[in-house]
């Protein structure tokens, strides 16, 4: 039963474009989360944000951007695409009360950039 | 650096037969280890998880072994199906940031009737 839910699914752009990828969760979570899975499978993470604070990883680029609206959404925007951007985009949430560990992910967003 | 290594990094079972899993970690401030399933095409799932001060963590056909001396866990899947087959994800959250996960590069199992 999924409770994360990510839209596109996929999407397919050029070089230089911009995208932006949607998620909300249903599960009253307070985190929210962004993570880059990349062809090999490695999950990194790249943003955190609880309405009170937003966390990002030092190692993203600039033209990445997380956009809330409240709690249960946390979008993600790539203001100019790059090749090395292709790859699944999974959002996750996570339950008060637990420090953050038990996170829920979403189904994932796969982008290829030609 | 990667601060979450797994091992092997495929697995191959018969049916029935029992999975083991292996995790270490490099951060001595590691102290809740969550794994996760992973079908392709799907986010992760929570599988099962520990917490530091355990030395052993047991849901139904998943065991989770912690030895924190050597900063070592393994995951075991005992009586194996073929609806195991995925890719597991040993993570681990320490005290620096909260709620952030740092995870291996999975282990991926397949399990053969």
């Known amino acids: 039963e999924t409770a994360v839910f990510q839209t596109p699914n996929y999407h397919v752009t050029q070089v230089g474009n911009e995208v932006s990828f949607n998620c909300k969760q249903t599960?009253?979570?307070?985190?929210m989360y962004w993570y880059k899975q990349d062809s090999k499978k490695l999950l990194k993470i790249m943003f955190s944000?609880?309405?009170?604070?937003?966390?990002v990883n030092e190692t993203v680029p600039r033209r990445f951007s997380p956009q809330s609206s409240d709690k249960a959404h946390l979008n993600l925007r790539i203001k100019s695409v790059e090749p090395e951007d292709s790859a699944v985009y999974l959002c996750?949430?996570?339950?008060?009360?637990?420090?953050?560990?038990?996170?829920?992910f979403g189904p994932g967003t796969r982008l290829t950039v030609l | 650096q990667q601060q979450v290594r797994q091992s092997p990094q495929s697995l191959t079972v018969w049916e029935g037969e029992t999975a083991i899993l292996n995790c270490s970690y490099e951060?001595?401030?590691?102290?809740?280890f969550p794994w996760y399933q992973q079908f392709p095409g799907e986010g992760p799932a929570l599988l099962i998880s520990?917490?530091?001060?355990?030395d052993k963590k047991e849901d139904g056909r998943f065991t989770i072994f912690f030895n924190k001396r050597e900063k070592k866990l393994s995951l075991h899947i005992t009586d194996s199906q073929p609806g195991d087959s995925a890719t597991y994800f040993c993570?681990?959250?320490?005290?620096?940031?909260?709620?952030?996960?740092?995870f291996g590069r999975g282990t991926r199992l397949q399990v053969y009737a």
């Open positions: 951060d001595s401030t590691f102290n809740y």
């Open positions: 520990i917490r530091s001060v355990s």
């Open positions: 993570a681990a959250r320490g005290t620096q940031v909260v709620g952030q996960l740092t």
């Open positions: 996750a949430s996570s339950y008060p009360g637990t420090g953050g560990s038990e996170q829920y």
């Open positions: 599960l009253g979570h307070d985190t």
């Open positions: 944000y609880n309405n009170k604070q937003l966390i």
